[in-house]
């Protein structure tokens, strides 16, 4: 997926936490792409569908009300099969889990809380294997 330069790279961020969707958001932004943001499964298939070919990665939180990340991640790849996801979650227990299971299909998984300097090597990490 090549971008022209002026255009920003796009990134949805999945966070049913207000405090933490705006705090990802606000360190998307510092590395320089754009941030779409979702409070829920729902609204986040709702702007992947109509911005699906100018997204270049998915943060989605694991442990949501309604839809959870992996039902989120399965709709999105319904939708554009090589659609880059990244789970986050500050559960221990789910970071535990997608190790042993080999990341269950995401691309990446993302500890919380993260520092920017993480949240930067993964973005470069996936993007290399674009």
Not at 12 to 39: N, Q, S, T, W, Y
Not at 43 to 70: C, Q, S, W, Y
Not at 79 to 88: E, G, M, P, S, T
């Amino acid at each position: 997926m090549n971008k022209q330069a002026s255009e920003k790279r796009k990134v949805l961020i999945v966070d049913d936490d207000p405090l933490v969707r705006g705090m990802f958001c606000r360190m998307i932004e510092l590395v320089g792409f754009e941030a779409l943001k979702a409070e829920n499964g729902v609204e986040a298939l709702e702007l992947f569908k109509t911005h699906a070919h100018d997204i270049d990665i998915v943060f989605v939180d694991f442990m949501m009300p309604g839809r959870n990340g992996e039902e989120v991640m399965h709709d999105i790849r319904g939708i554009r099969q090589d659609a880059r996801v990244v789970l986050a979650s500050g559960y221990h227990e789910v970071r535990h889990s997608v190790d042993c299971l080999g990341n269950e299909g995401f691309n990446a998984f993302l500890y919380k809380p993260f520092r920017l300097e993480e949240l930067r090597a993964v973005i470069q990490h996936i993007l290399l294997h674009e």
